[in-house]
Nanobody
Framework: QVRLVESGGGLVQAGGSLRLSCAASGIIFSINTMAWYRQAPGKQRELVARITSGGTTNYADSVKGRFTISRDNAKNTVYLQMNSLKPEDTALYYC????????WGQGTQVTVSS
């Protein structure tokens, strides 16, 4: 049974930083491309960043240069370091495999105040 548990969200002022974590179980983590997605109120869920099993990364244009995705295969965990946060980064953040599967975690809320 796949389980994804996100953590690390919070309320931060614009320009601040947060580090999100996602612990995965029930999948062969090391061979999967992992990704972070987000969904803002009234908007569709969007892909933020992804990282292959070999460590190749890819980012949405809106976060390029500010966010960094990484992974620790020994801990079955994927991270998202978010710097220079903007109010438009406010959303519920989720991790999943890429392309995403039907199983989602509860997400972690990121709120950036101006």
């Amino acid at each position: 049974q796949v389980r994804l548990v996100e953590s690390g969200g919070g309320l931060v002022q614009a320009g601040g930083s947060l580090r999100l974590s996602c612990a995965a179980s029930g999948i062969i983590f090391s061979i999967n491309t992992m990704a972070w997605y987000r969904q803002a109120p009234g908007k569709q869920r969007e892909l933020v960043a992804r990282i292959t099993s070999g460590g190749t990364t890819n980012y949405a244009d809106s976060v390029k240069g500010r966010f960094t995705i990484s992974r620790d295969n020994a801990k079955n965990t994927v991270y998202l370091q978010m710097n220079s946060l903007k109010p438009e980064d406010t959303a519920l953040y989720y991790c999943n495999v890429f392309p995403y599967s039907a199983t989602w975690g509860q997400g972690t809320q990121v709120t950036v105040s101006s």
